[in-house]
């Protein structure tokens, strides 16, 4: 295997594997790796894995690799590296790549082929809440098909563990969940550190030699009182023309001040940042990362993993040891350098203690980066991980009733990061409404009922904190219950929402990003918008929709790992009942309401498009066909797990069920006493007419649903797999008439 592991990697990459790179391919991935900054971890995550994966002489690697990186770091130029390797090994077709990061996490193509060998690359605060079901730029809805395939068939690769704060005790602790409850496919976990790791996450592969690149440490004393202007001065006078000078700052704020004073030195500045719109990302990641060019490199800790970025010189504020480490390997990274020089600096509010004794203990020398790793630095516990009844509490999605189960904030990132969680917010341009006070912009009317929902493209990723301080009225977001736009009240900003913002308020500038203090009107994303519709093209009867499903089910079941016999027979039945409930007079007159022609007989799906009018007009708001799929099913007495995964399919039904809105007394727009037709399916089986009940059905329902949740032979983690399967199958027989329109 090692040859062909070579021959493999340099055709991907163009560079002959490492020894240890090569075992990892032979062998396979271990608990911990533990290897310097430059010493090709990013490799050693992917190509091993992937060859193995191929190759299939390991019938136990996982489908999926999801590599994690540190919450507050840039993705895209990992996505992009592996990306070429894929393309350089001619696997684009094969391999599916995706990116869960930033305003792209709220994509969920990777959802819609489970069977698919795959490879998610995303910040561990978007794919850890997508672990624990509360995924951020997820819908609830869509949050049990995220939880179902990250606990299943899944290689997780944790990069610089010591960065991930609360996430690395929650990383931990799901691995060992899944351990103890069970999942229908083996899932495992890598930890990658470039200084030393905790002696419990197991068996360790060291790598102690990695590139002997060399940095000269320096200590910078800056006044407080001048704190940004003396910091830019430095900055101006070390910086060796010709050659890249990387600047990282603690905040944003300072960030923004110091790339100001340098700009205005006449150097050539770059200001890098998350929060940026995809396309300025791209070009600023570009720009930044290009060789041989006279440059500064004005950061925030976006660079300290993820980012193949290296300078001459490195300006950095005093950070925890393991964001130092980070950062130092930014710093004549590849050894283009006889030598690079490493200054920093305590800012305002102080720093670590630790690193700044190490630090100080080595000032003037020049250390490798495997003398970083092999320090003895004290760096603090996280706090614990979430617990069995902890995981088994956030696995309802229904909508939240302000307990402290709702979110899973406090698994992701320590209290004090939270405002830097990112909400997502596109620039659109409407028409003025009423003037508004003297000196201000003239209020707009807001988006219009039919303002199409903003694209990855569009969005922008932007500080909890910082989104806080618009003027009321600004922010538009589309309501999770009536599906109408309305303007975003202060709850409503929660990480991964998406927003949209008038133009004209500002904000933003192609060359920084989100900049809240900047009144340039933001040109929204022409090419976003330019988005065909897209829909059903063709009168779908329920019997063929029901069948078609079933067939879609079997066929994605023969691509996957084999299910026990009853696992098998429940996803295939489930498939054939999901939508039972769309014979309800309601969904019926649904689906032929303004049309032409509808043809007689029960629909699952209408030719022209999705019903006109937005849910609250309906004389049954919210109604929700798969509940009356599990109230027949339940009145039939079919098996709690078919009845559960029907009902399931949508992600309404599922756990917990209550009214909307102001709905009450019907539930989910079904009231008690509504009837059913008799419904006969061409394999024979007939469904008669019933009368439906709905006053207990909310407390039974739970209580059936928690009973499947906590089977020893279930379990959570299997249980949301079975849904994602019934999901995938319907949303496959779905699209065999779907098309532009």
Excluded at 139 to 158: C, E, I, K
Aim: aromatic share 6%; charged share 25%.
């Amino acid at each position: 295997m090692t040859a062909e592991f070579e021959t493999f990697t340099r055709t991907a990459t163009g560079y002959t594997p490492y020894p240890y790179q090569s075992k990892l391919a032979a062998d396979g991935l271990p608990a911990l790796l533990q290897a310097p900054t430059g010493a090709g971890k990013t490799v050693a995550a992917v190509l091993p894995w992937l060859h193995r994966r191929l190759a299939g002489e390991d019938g136990g690697t996982p489908r999926r690799l999801v590599l994690v990186l540190p919450r507050q770091c840039v993705a895209d130029q990992t996505f992009a590296r592996v990306g070429r390797w894929l393309e350089r090994l001619d696997l684009t077709g094969e391999v599916g790549l995706h990116l869960l990061a930033g305003a792209a996490a709220q994509e969920g193509a990777w959802r819609r082929r489970p069977e698919r060998t795959a490879i998610l690359i995303g910040t561990h605060d978007m794919v850890l809440s997508r672990a624990l079901m509360r995924g951020y730029a997820d819908t609830r809805t869509m949050a049990p098909v995220s939880y179902g395939l990250l606990h299943t068939d899944t290689q997780w690769v944790f990069d610089e563990l010591h960065l991930l704060g609360p996430g690395l005790s929650t990383g931990i602790q799901l691995q060992r969940l899944r351990e103890k409850l069970g999942t229908s496919a083996a899932t495992r976990t890598m930890w990658m550190s470039s200084t030393r790791a905790p002696a419990d996450l197991g068996e360790a592969m060291h790598v102690p030699d990695g590139p002997e690149t060399r940095r000269r440490i320096t200590r910078l004393d800056l006044a407080p009182e001048r704190y940004p202007a003396a910091l830019t001065e430095v900055v101006t006078a070390a910086h060796v023309p010709g050659t890249r000078t990387v600047v990282v700052l603690n905040s944003l704020e300072r960030a923004r001040a110091v790339h100001a004073g340098l700009t205005a030195t006449g150097l050539e500045v770059l200001l890098l940042h998350p929060y940026f719109r995809a396309s300025d990302r791209r070009r600023v990641l570009l720009a930044a990362t290009e060789k041989s060019r006279d440059l500064v490199v004005v950061a925030t800790p976006a660079v300290e993993a993820g980012l193949d970025l290296s300078s001459r010189t490195l300006v950095t504020e005093l950070a925890p040891w393991a964001s130092l480490v980070q950062r130092a390997g930014r710093c004549n990274r590849h050894g283009e350098h006889p030598e690079g020089d490493l200054l920093w600096c305590t800012p305002p509010e102080g720093g670590d203690a630790a690193t700044a004794r190490w630090l100080t203990a080595h000032e003037g020398r020049a250390v490798t980066p495997a003398e970083l790793l092999a320090a003895r630095v004290e760096e603090p516990l996280p706090p614990p991980g979430p617990g069995r009844e902890d995981l088994l509490s956030l696995f309802d999605s229904a909508p939240d009733s302000g307990t402290a189960a709702a979110t899973a904030d406090r698994w992701i990132c320590e209290p004090s990061d939270l405002a830097a969680l990112p909400a997502l917010v596109a620039w659109r341009a409407w028409e003025p409404g009423t003037p508004g006070t003297p000196g201000t912009h003239a209020e707009s009317t807001g988006p219009a009922e039919d303002e199409p929902d903003p694209s990855s493209a569009e969005l922008c990723p932007v500080p909890l904190g910082e989104l806080r301080h618009l003027p009321a009225g600004r922010a538009w977001l589309r309501d999770a219950l009536d599906g109408r736009w309305r303007p975003a009240r202060p709850s409503d900003l929660q990480p991964g929402g998406r927003l949209l913002l008038d133009s004209r308020t500002g904000g933003y500038l192609p060359d920084q990003g989100w900049t809240p203090a900047s009144p340039v009107p933001v040109p929204p994303e022409a090419a976003a918008l330019e988005r065909p519709a897209h829909g059903c093209t063709s009168w779908v009867s329920l019997d063929r929709h029901l069948q078609e499903t079933a067939d879609e089910a079997r066929l994605l079941l023969a691509a996957l790992p084999e299910l026990p016999t009853e696992l098998y027979e429940s996803v295939i039945r489930a498939a054939r009942y999901h939508d039972l409930g769309k014979c309800h007079d309601a969904f019926q007159e649904k689906l032929r309401a303004g049309r032409t022609d509808p043809p007689g007989g029960l629909l699952a799906k209408s030719k022209n498009g999705a019903h006109p009018l937005p849910p609250h007009r309906s004389p049954r708001p919210y109604f929700r066909h798969e509940l009356v799929s599990a109230l027949m099913l339940r009145h039939d007495g079919h098996h709690p797990l078919v009845t559960y995964l029907a009902a399931a399919h949508h992600g309404h039904v599922r756990i917990t069920v209550r009214p909307r809105g102001e709905e009450a007394p019907l539930l989910l727009g079904v009231a008690e006493g509504d009837r059913t037709p008799p419904v006969t399916l061409d394999t024979g089986e007939h469904f008669p007419a019933r009368t439906l009940h709905i006053a207990t059905f909310p407390a039974a329902w739970t209580e059936q649903a928690l009973a499947l949740r906590d089977d020893p032979d279930l379990g959570p983690f299997r249980l949301a797999f079975l849904e994602t399967l019934v999901r995938v199958a319907d949303w496959r027989a779905s699209a065999r008439h779907d098309g532009p329109r």
